[in-house]
C-alpha cells in the first residue's frame, strides 16, 4: 500500500463514511479543480477520521482489477526517481465493498492535479519523455500517466487512476493507444503539439489486436474488410485530429472535452464527436473547429463543477445540437436554423391533435433529413439514401408515432445498420423517437427479378425521400418495378395476417384504404405519399361525399390512435368505438371494391 492511504485506514467506520457521501448529493462536492466535471457521479470527497478522502465507485470487478493493477505498479515502481519529477509514486487506492452499489476505491484527496498548475508549462519535452520511458523500464505502460491523474506532494508525483495500466515486459515500447493519449495529454497541457509519437518508438498492433469500445463502434461505420489494425490506426488518426491542441481555441481544452464527450453523450455519438470534430478541423479549417470547441466549452462552463447535478439531458441536446449544426454544410440561406426545429419539436411533445402532428412530423423530417446528411458526409457514406417510412413519410407524426426511415442503397438494400443506429441515437437527443431497418415489415408483396429484395405493399406505398411529397423511393425504383392493380386490388401479405381491433391498427386500416385510391388516381405519376396531398385527389376520383367520408374515418382512427394508452387495454367505450370505426371501413371498403384484412 501506498504511503498516501496508510493514515487513512483504521479499524471500521470507512465502509460507513464512504457509503454516508453516496447517499448524499453529489451537488456540493467540490475538488479543487477548475477543469474538473464528474457526470456520472461517481466520485465523492468526504471526511473521515480527520482526513480528506475521495471515492471512486465502480463494480466490484472494476476495483479488484483497478486495485490489483495500483499494486503490483507500485511494487514495480518502487524507488523510481525521475529528473523534474522526484520520486514517483503509486497512490493504491483502499477497496471498499458497497453492497448494493459495488465497491469503492478510496484514496486521500490529494488536491490540484498538474493539469491545473503552472510549473508544468515550462517542462521540457526530454523530462517528460524520461517519465513515460522510466515506467516502461519498469514493465508498466501506464496510459494513466498524464497531468489530470498526477499530483505533487512534499517534492515527489503522485500517480492515482491505474484502471488501464497494463503490465509488460521490462522496456517494452508502448501500444499505439497508450502513446496516443500520452500526447494528447502532455500536448494539452503545454499548449502544442509535442509530437510525442516521433520521440518514442511504439509497437504495432497485430492481427489479433482486441479493439477497445471506441473502435468497435468505429469499426462498425468503415468498410467491412478493414483490419482490426488497420481500424487501429484510423482510431489514432481521428482522435489525434481531433483532440491535439488549438491555438485558436482560447481557454477550451480539445483534450478535455473529447475526454467528457465520452461521458455526456451515449456511446456512439462518444465516437461521433471525435471522428465529426476531426473531420471540421480537415475540412473546414483551424477556425471553424476552434469556434465549435469555444461552444462546447461554454456549455460544459455552465454545469461546473458537478455535471451530474444539472439536466444531463439538456447538456447532451445542446452538445449534440453544436456538433450536428458546425458541421452542416450545403444549407441554404433560408434553412430555418436546427436549433429553432428542435425547440419547435419540444414545443409539441405533449401537444396532441391533427394540426400538431403535421407539423411535429415536417419539423422531424427535417431534422433527420439534415442530421443524417452531416452522419454520411462525416463518415463517407454518401452512396446511401435517406428514406422516410410510415406515419413521419405521410405527414402525420402522432403522440405514439416513430419515425421510420432506413439509410440503405442497392448494395446494401437492408440498410446500413451502424449509421442507422447512430441516427437513432442522435434523434433520441431531441426527444425523437426513431425505427430504422431493423423495424422495416418483413412481408414481401413486391420482389425483385433477383429475388434479392422485398418490400412490403403498404411501406412502399410510403417511400419517399425527404422533401418529397410524392412517391420517391430513390434507389429502389430500379430494383422494384411499380406493383400491378392486381396486387393492389388484393389484400396484401399483412392483412391476410387478421384484423386487430386496436386503434393503432385502424390507423393502419385506412390510410392503406385512402394509399390503395390516391395509387389508382395517379395514372402514370408518381402517387403523393402524404395523408393531406391524398386526400386533396379523392374528390375528383371517387366523389365528393365518398372522399369526405374517407376524411372522416381517417381523422376518427388517428383521433383513437393518439388517445390510445398502448400499456393498457382498451376500454369498453373505447373498444365499442373501435368496433363502429371498423364497421364503417368495411362498408365503404364494399362500397368502392377495395380489400381490406382478413376478419378472424
Known amino acids: 500500500m501506498s504511503r498516501t492511504m496508510k493514515d487513512a485506514r483504521g479499524p471500521g467506520g470507512l465502509a460507513v463514511s464512504v457509503r454516508r457521501a453516496f447517499d448524499q448529493s453529489s451537488e456540493t462536492v467540490s475538488f479543487d479543480d477548475p477543469g474538473f466535471v464528474d457526470v456520472g457521479g461517481w466520485l465523492r470527497r468526504f471526511r473521515h477520521r480527520g482526513r480528506d478522502l475521495v471515492a471512486k465507485r465502480r463494480s466490484v470487478e472494476e476495483a479488484l482489477s483497478e486495485r490489483d493493477l495500483a499494486a503490483e505498479s507500485a511494487r514495480r515502481l518502487a524507488g523510481l526517481t525521475v529528473g523534474g519529477f522526484g520520486a514517483v509514486e503509486v497512490c493504491v487506492p483502499e477497496l471498499v465493498p458497497l453492497p448494493g452499489l459495488g465497491a469503492a476505491l478510496v484514496s486521500p484527496y490529494l488536491g490540484r492535479p498538474l493539469s491545473a498548475g503552472s510549473w508544468t508549462s515550462a517542462l521540457p519535452i526530454p523530462v517528460i519523455t524520461g517519465l513515460l520511458v522510466a515506467l516502461l523500464g519498469r514493465g508498466v505502460e501506464a496510459s494513466?500517466?498524464?497531468?489530470?491523474?498526477?499530483?505533487?506532494?512534499?517534492?515527489?508525483?503522485?500517480?492515482?487512476?491505474?484502471?488501464?495500466?497494463?503490465?509488460?515486459?521490462?522496456?517494452?515500447?508502448?501500444?499505439?493507444?497508450?502513446?496516443?493519449?500520452?500526447?494528447?495529454?502532455?500536448?494539452?497541457?503545454?499548449?502544442?503539439?509535442?509530437?510525442?509519437?516521433?520521440?518514442?518508438?511504439?509497437?504495432?498492433?497485430?492481427?489479433?489486436?482486441?479493439?477497445?469500445?471506441?473502435?468497435?463502434?468505429?469499426?462498425?461505420?468503415?468498410?467491412?474488410?478493414?483490419?482490426?489494425?488497420?481500424?487501429?490506426?484510423?482510431?489514432?488518426?481521428?482522435?489525434?485530429?481531433?483532440?491535439?491542441?488549438?491555438?485558436?481555441?482560447?481557454?477550451?481544452?480539445?483534450?478535455?472535452?473529447?475526454?467528457?464527450?465520452?461521458?455526456?453523450?451515449?456511446?456512439?455519438?462518444?465516437?461521433?464527436?471525435?471522428?465529426?470534430?476531426?473531420?471540421?478541423?480537415?475540412?473546414?479549417?483551424?477556425?471553424?473547429?476552434?469556434?465549435?470547441?469555444?461552444?462546447?466549452?461554454?456549455?460544459?462552463?455552465?454545469?461546473?463543477?458537478?455535471?451530474?447535478?444539472?439536466?444531463?439531458?439538456?447538456?447532451?441536446?445542446?452538445?449534440?445540437?453544436?456538433?450536428?449544426?458546425?458541421?452542416?454544410?450545403?444549407?441554404?440561406?433560408?434553412?430555418?436554423?436546427?436549433?429553432?426545429?428542435?425547440?419547435?419539436?419540444?414545443?409539441?411533445?405533449?401537444?396532441?391533435?391533427?394540426?400538431?402532428?403535421?407539423?411535429?412530423?415536417?419539423?422531424?423530417?427535417?431534422?433527420t433529413d439534415r442530421l443524417a446528411a452531416v452522419i454520411l458526409a462525416v463518415l463517407r457514406l454518401e452512396g446511401l439514401d435517406l428514406l422516410l417510412r410510415g406515419s413521419c413519410a405521410q405527414g402525420v407524426l402522432g403522440l405514439g408515432s416513430d419515425i421510420d426511415f432506413e439509410l440503405s442503397s442497392a448494395a446494401l438494400p437492408y440498410g446500413h445498420r451502424p449509421a442507422e443506429d447512430l441516427l437513432i441515437e442522435a434523434l433520441a437527443c431531441f426527444r425523437l423517437d426513431a425505427e430504422g431497418s431493423t423495424a422495416r415489415p418483413v412481408e414481401r408483396d413486391l420482389v425483385s427479378a433477383d429475388g434479392g429484395t422485398g418490400r412490403d405493399l403498404h411501406e412502399w406505398f410510403e417511400l419517399r425521400r425527404p422533401g418529397s411529397t410524392a412517391h420517391d423511393p430513390g434507389w429502389a425504383a430500379a430494383a422494384l418495378t411499380l406493383p400491378s392493380a392486381d396486387t393492389v386490388g388484393r389484400p396484401s401479405q399483412y392483412e391476410d395476417q387478421g384484423r386487430e381491433l386496436t386503434a393503432k391498427y385502424l390507423w393502419f386500416e385506412s390510410r392503406a384504404a385512402l394509399a390503395r385510391l390516391a395509387s389508382a388516381c395517379s395514372g402514370a405519376a408518381p402517387m403523393p405519399v402524404t395523408v393531406e396531398r391524398q386526400l386533396a385527389v379523392l374528390p375528383q376520383a371517387i366523389g365528393v361525399e365518398d372522399a369526405a367520408e374517407l376524411r372522416d374515418l381517417v381523422h376518427a382512427s388517428f383521433a383513437l390512435r393518439e388517445t390510445a394508452d398502448p400499456a393498457h387495454p382498451a376500454d369498453d367505450r373505447t373498444r365499442r368505438e373501435i368496433t363502429r370505426l371498423a364497421d364503417r371501413l368495411d362498408l365503404f371498403r364494399r362500397r368502392l371494391g377495395l380489400p381490406g384484412p382478413r376478419h378472424l
Open 144 to 367: 494513466g500517466c498524464v497531468p489530470r491523474n498526477m499530483f505533487r506532494q512534499d517534492g515527489r508525483t503522485v500517480l492515482i487512476d491505474w484502471e488501464d495500466a497494463l503490465l509488460v515486459r521490462a522496456g517494452e515500447a508502448p501500444g499505439e493507444l497508450t502513446l496516443m493519449k500520452w500526447d494528447i495529454a502532455w500536448s494539452d497541457l503545454l499548449g502544442r503539439d509535442l509530437k510525442l509519437r516521433e520521440r518514442i518508438p511504439v509497437s504495432s498492433p497485430g492481427e489479433r489486436t482486441e479493439l477497445d469500445g471506441f473502435e468497435t463502434v468505429l469499426a462498425a461505420w468503415l468498410p467491412s474488410d478493414a483490419a482490426r489494425r488497420d481500424v487501429r490506426r484510423r482510431g489514432v488518426e481521428v482522435t489525434l485530429a481531433s483532440e491535439l491542441p488549438s491555438k485558436r481555441a482560447g481557454s477550451a481544452s480539445a483534450a478535455a472535452l473529447g475526454h467528457l464527450a465520452e461521458d455526456v453523450l451515449p456511446a456512439r455519438l462518444g465516437v461521433f464527436h471525435t471522428v465529426l470534430t476531426a473531420h471540421l478541423r480537415e475540412q473546414c479549417g483551424e477556425d471553424a473547429y476552434a469556434s465549435l470547441l469555444g461552444q462546447l466549452d461554454t456549455l460544459v462552463a455552465g454545469s461546473r463543477p458537478a455535471a451530474h447535478a444539472t439536466d444531463l439531458g439538456a447538456l447532451r441536446r445542446a452538445w449534440v445540437l453544436a456538433l450536428f449544426s458546425a458541421a452542416e454544410r450545403d444549407v441554404s440561406a433560408e434553412a430555418v436554423p436546427l436549433e429553432q426545429l428542435v425547440r419547435r419539436i419540444a414545443e409539441l411533445a405533449c401537444t396532441s391533435g391533427w394540426d400538431a402532428a403535421r407539423k411535429r412530423a415536417a419539423a422531424a423530417e427535417e431534422i
